[in-house]
């Protein structure tokens, strides 16, 4: 059989409608008009005289595509699906050996594609202390003393997730702070937006941090009215302390990215597209040649590494396997708005003694970039700041002028502050805008002091772009900036609805649903069938009882498929994670 997985009782209609059903067949993508030429037998299979292999009747389901926007049944074939329509239009094509499942009358959806990812070290961040809604000082010395008794001394203890905007303090921790909870383990715990860290006072010795050290470039030191170190390192400069940490196990590493896989697998999540480090990329490939891989994955390539290893690490990880592959190239231009490196126009608002931190001159950018989209690499760019942004296009600009017109699908993440005249250049030059909008709804409460009103105008504006006609791509970029492992629904309640008035409206909930559903677009390369990509006829759908973006997502839960056979594709085998909680937000 294809695939199995448990239904909840014997009949779904028994039971809570808190429930949701997940079936993953083939995993992974789905584009907003896969369903256009559907019910019209099995021609996308390549032969209509072969009956589907699986067939889904009696169900609400949910394409995100205009011509068929909910149907009661589908029929799927090795990794597509061939046909949607009604119930007894589907129960026609099946044979003698297709699977029937009646879904009586649950709702089903494509599977999700995170467009923006750390999925590594979301798993990472696992195996360290979290200090994730600390809500003070106190609260994160707490946390980190209970933990103290799991390190040897003089080992390592590493974390992340604090954010200092939620403590009465409102200031950065420091290494005294650090000190005071122990002297006998160096310390480094990064912030919830991964941009700055602070480390304690033996971490800072290690890495011979002293208050004659120089800021590196694209980073910056904090010192106190001394001149000492003050513990808190920013964007480059974190690297100072975190290269002296020892590198995981492969037993590690092994462990945090089977956990991560977990969570995004209870999520919804279906295909990714990833940032991690190539260390875990190698952890993929092992995973998948076991036939343990369980969400499809394109992993990001660091964008500075010099142009004959990028080659290389494309070459070895290949560009074709629609499971596991090589995709963009990640620059980080500039930091995060809550610690202020992101790199503004004009200053702080809140800050006047600094514009941010943008990490790399323009120049340097645009040759770089002309170089390595010659080469053939989609180009994606960190860019947070308006002046950032706008560097970004200045930088796509440049590279059309130079290397001419093709579809090479270039990517600014997050594009959270831009400058008004910058919103048309979007669409004048392609460039997908790959946002992510928990970003607000973390940011609201200090984004406008940050701002000042008038050019808060310009920020987390998802919709503004879409009445441009941009590109839209979804992610939840946890792993990086500490969300909750790929937590799709949170994301579509954030861009549907924000969390608070806001000067812009937010984008319709169908909108939000088909950012996440269409983001694969921002992939390189796909292959075309039948004037479609080939992401469109991916099967990989996610069920629940309620509407899919119904406002109330408490105790909502989901089940989701384990690929626990053979890694050959073409034949799934069975398997079925159980059903655990997708999400507990509460809206009013």
């Not at 130079?402 to 008004?420: K, L, M, T, W």
């Amino acid at each position: 059989m294809i695939v199995n997985f448990r239904l909840l009782g014997n009949d779904l209609r028994q039971h809570s409608p808190l429930r949701l059903l997940v079936m993953r067949f083939a995993h992974c993508l789905f584009l907003c008009g896969w369903l256009a030429a559907a019910p019209q037998g099995l021609n996308a299979c390549g032969t209509e005289s072969q009956p589907p292999e699986l067939a889904l009747v009696n169900g609400v389901i949910y394409t995100g595509g205009a011509a068929h926007l909910r149907v009661e049944a589908m029929a799927i074939h090795g990794e597509k699906i061939v046909a949607v329509g009604t119930t007894r239009q589907i129960r026609a094509l099946a044979g003698p050996k297709t699977r029937v499942i009646d879904l009586h009358g649950a709702f089903a959806m494509p599977g999700f594609n995170d467009a923006h990812i750390h999925l590594a070290s979301g798993g990472q961040a696992k195996l360290g202390v979290d200090f994730e809604g600390a809500k003070s000082l106190a609260e994160f010395q707490q946390r980190l003393r209970a933990r103290l008794a799991e390190h040897m001394p003089g080992e390592w203890i590493t974390g992340r997730g604090w954010d200092h905007t939620l403590w009465p303090e409102q200031r950065f921790p420091t290494r005294q702070d650090l000190d005071a909870v122990s002297k006998d383990h160096p310390m480094i715990f990064g912030r919830v937006d991964g941009h700055v860290a602070v480390a304690n006072s033996l971490a800072l010795q290690l890495a011979g941090i002293t208050k004659e050290t120089k800021d590196p470039a694209g980073g910056s030191i904090e010192h106190d009215p001394a001149g000492e170190p003050t513990g808190m390192l920013k964007e480059s400069a974190v690297g100072l302390v975190s290269r002296k940490i020892p590198p995981l196990t492969p037993e590690q590493r092994r462990r945090a990215v089977e956990m991560a896989l977990a969570e995004v697998a209870r999520s919804g999540v279906t295909s990714l597209q990833d940032n991690s480090a190539w260390a875990d990329f190698v952890v993929y490939q092992h995973l998948k040649k076991e036939g343990k891989l369980t969400a499809r994955i394109t992993e990001w390539l660091p964008f500075s590494e010099p142009l004959a290893r990028l080659n290389e690490m494309r070459q070895q990880g290949g560009t074709e396997d629609p499971w596991l592959r090589t995709g963009a190239l990640k620059a980080i231009l500039d930091g995060s708005l809550g610690s202020r490196t992101a790199a503004l126009l004009a200053p702080y608002a809140d800050d006047p003694a600094t514009s941010g931190i943008l990490r790399f001159e323009p120049e340097q950018l645009k040759r770089l970039a002309i170089e390595r989209d010659n080469a053939g690499f989609q180009l994606a760019f960190h860019a947070i700041g308006d002046a950032t942004n706008r560097i970004a296009l200045n930088t796509f600009a440049a590279v059309v002028e130079r290397n001419g017109p093709r579809d090479r699908r270039p990517r600014i993440e997050h594009a959270q502050v831009v400058a008004p005249e910058d919103f048309p250049r979007f669409a004048e030059l392609g460039v997908i805008a790959s946002m992510q909008p928990v970003h607000e709804s973390s940011d609201m409460r200090w984004a406008q002091a940050r701002l000042g009103s008038d050019r808060s105008k310009g920020a987390y504006a998802w919709n503004t772009m879409l009445k441009q006609g941009v590109r839209l791509a979804f992610g939840t970029d946890s792993g990086r900036a500490c969300q909750p492992l790929a937590r799709p629904l949170r994301l579509c309640h954030a861009r549907a609805t924000r969390r608070r008035p806001c000067r812009r409206l937010a984008a319709s909930r169908k909108d939000s649903t088909r950012g996440l559903h269409s983001s694969v677009y921002g992939r390189f390369g796909l292959r075309r069938i039948r004037g479609r990509e080939e992401g469109s006829h991916r099967a990989g759908t996610v069920g629940r009882y309620r509407g899919p973006l119904r406002r109330h997502y408490e105790n909502t839960a989901a089940a989701t498929a384990h690929n626990q056979g053979p890694a050959d594709i073409r034949g799934w085998p069975p398997g079925l994670r159980e059903v655990t909680r997708l999400d507990e937000m509460q809206h009013p």
